[in-house]
């Protein structure tokens, strides 16, 4: 069975710290996918990044920054010099291939970023 | 372009009145996704179209719930004698063809039962 596991319920730091919201996933299938979702407080889904599970490569992108480690089912996502804009709720997905395409979410981790 | 559009974005009904929910994909997309998110469940798949044709309903609560897909486009999703604990927000989904395609999902129609 698929599983998705955000421990952290909550974040709160000063802007420009970094930080990391961990994603744990379980998954019985060899081939899925991982994915990270902002949700804003106006609400919508926001989709952030996809990941395979034969690319274990690191992603940057600007501040956003992903590290996939298969050893430990991680998929940690952190974001450098945070800015208030990064206040958000950020869920952590998997999409198992066989899984009939849906996505399974993590709880969240509601992110605020203080002045 | 345009992106998953729901409507209305906001319901508030009597408890066991039916309501209908809309979900215009976009455009091109042939996968549609159902979710649901509330406070003590989180995001929920509720059911999965591919075309006009829903592959996986496991989702869906109760047999009170049903969708339908028709022109491989437009999506409603019905509820029947609506329960208190049917209020949440539903989020509908679309992506290019199906798995391991990114979903993109629309604002979402925040349903509230009295």
């Known amino acids: 069975a698929q599983k998705v596991t955000q421990a952290q319920t909550e974040i709160s730091v000063v802007e420009k710290e970094d930080v990391t919201l961990d994603c744990v996933y379980e998954t019985r299938d060899t081939t899925y996918y991982l994915f990270w979702y902002k949700q804003p407080p106006s609400g919508e889904l926001v989709f952030l990044i996809r990941r395979n599970s034969f690319d274990e490569q690191n992603e940057i992108s600007g501040r956003y920054s992903w590290n996939f480690q298969k050893s430990t089912s991680s998929f940690n996502f952190t974001i450098t010099a945070s800015q208030v804009v990064d206040s958000a709720v950020y869920f952590c997905a998997l999409s198992e291939k066989g899984g009939s395409e849906k996505l399974v979410f993590g709880k969240g981790t509601k992110l605020t970023v203080n002045p | 372009g345009a992106g998953v559009s729901q409507s209305p974005s906001n319901k508030v009904t009597e408890k066991g009145k039916d309501v209908e929910l809309r979900c215009d994909p976009i455009s091109g997309h042939t996968a549609l996704y159902w979710y649901r998110q509330s406070l003590g469940q989180g995001l929920e798949f509720l059911i999965y179209f591919q075309g006009n044709s829903a592959p996986d309903k496991s989702g869906l609560p109760s047999d009170r719930f049903s969708a339908e897909r028709t022109g491989g486009s437009v999506s409603t999703l019905t509820i029947q004698r609506t329960q208190q604990e049917d209020s949440a927000v539903y989020l509908c989904?679309?992506?290019?063809?199906?798995?391991?395609?990114?979903?993109?999902f629309g604002p979402g129609t925040r349903l509230l039962v009295l």
């Open positions: 989904a679309s992506s290019l063809v199906a798995w391991a395609e990114t979903q993109y």
